[in-house]
């Protein structure tokens, strides 16, 4: 089963097993590891350990970040710059407009497409229902 990698609470791991493959939440502690971001990348320690280590996973076949900070933007920016399946999820700022409520909806689906290109399949919404 494929992993896919994430490090934000907004990321809904039920989704990511609702399209056959498995959540991994990484949450660095300590120094980073070697990886593609140096120390001198204008990044912060959380991102740049969380980057590293998510990008040496041998087993990670996807990276999701979230919108919810500069740092994770940016860390999505050191992902895709390496050419690796990676994913920036727009989270809204709001939850109580309608226009917010649709904004993640859209989100969840493009994020969707996304794990099936990587693999994954359609998720059966009668099943994540129940």
């Known amino acids: 089963m494929s992993r896919i990698a994430y490090a934000s609470p907004y990321v809904p791991a039920e989704w990511i097993v609702a399209h056959g493959l498995e959540p991994y939440r990484i949450q660095p502690e300590g120094a980073a590891p070697r990886g593609p971001v140096p120390p001198s990348a204008g990044i912060c ?6 980057v590293n280590q998510s990008a040496t996973e041998p087993h990670v076949a996807g990276i999701i970040l979230t919108t919810v900070c500069d740092q994770m933007r940016r860390g999505y920016e050191f992902i895709t710059d390496r050419g690796l399946p990676s994913f920036c999820f727009n989270v809204p700022a ?5 226009s917010a409520v649709q904004l993640y909806v859209s989100e969840l689906e493009r994020l969707s497409r996304f794990l099936v290109s ?13």
């Open 45 to 50: 320690p959380y991102m740049r350990s969380f």
């Open 94 to 98: 709001t939850w109580r407009s309608e």
């Open 118 to 130: 990587l693999g994954g399949r359609q998720p059966d919404t009668n099943a994540i229902r129940d």
